[in-house]
């Protein structure tokens, strides 16, 4: 299992792209709102800097995990995933209806 995908672009998305791409995963993160997404790469900035000051991690290390997470909002670039992980604000409605989306494209 090397391809991960995560719906949802918000703190805990973001924190498990984060997280899988410095483990050398390659990361999907999937939003339908491409504010969101622009927000997401912001924020992995700040965390990723804030670590580097840290020395928590080095430029390399920076530069591997940003390198391993490709942003869209286009669903079908999930479609080579090992595992998809649902990281959508609680909204029942909009859980739904992106699932079903991807429901439909692949099965």
């Known amino acids: 299992m090397k391809n991960i995908s995560v719906i949802g672009s918000g703190t805990m998305g973001v924190g498990i792209a984060q997280l899988l791409?410095?483990?050398?995963?390659?990361?999907?993160?999937?939003?339908?709102?491409?504010?969101?997404?622009?927000?997401?790469?912001?924020?992995?900035?700040?965390?990723?800097?804030?670590?580097?000051?840290?020395?928590?991690?080095?430029?390399?290390?920076?530069?591997?995990?940003?390198?391993?997470?490709?942003?869209?909002?286009?669903?079908?670039?999930?479609?080579n995933s090992d595992i998809i992980i649902e990281a959508i604000t609680e909204n029942l409605e909009l859980k739904k209806k992106i699932i079903f989306q991807y429901q439909q494209n692949y099965f």
């Open 21 to 79: 791409s410095s483990k050398n995963y390659n990361v999907v993160l999937f939003d339908i709102n491409e504010k969101n997404l622009s927000n997401s790469k912001i924020s992995l900035h700040k965390i990723l800097d804030k670590l580097l000051y840290k020395n928590k991690i080095s430029k390399n290390q920076l530069s591997n995990i940003i390198s391993k997470i490709k942003f869209t909002n286009k669903i079908n670039n999930l479609s």
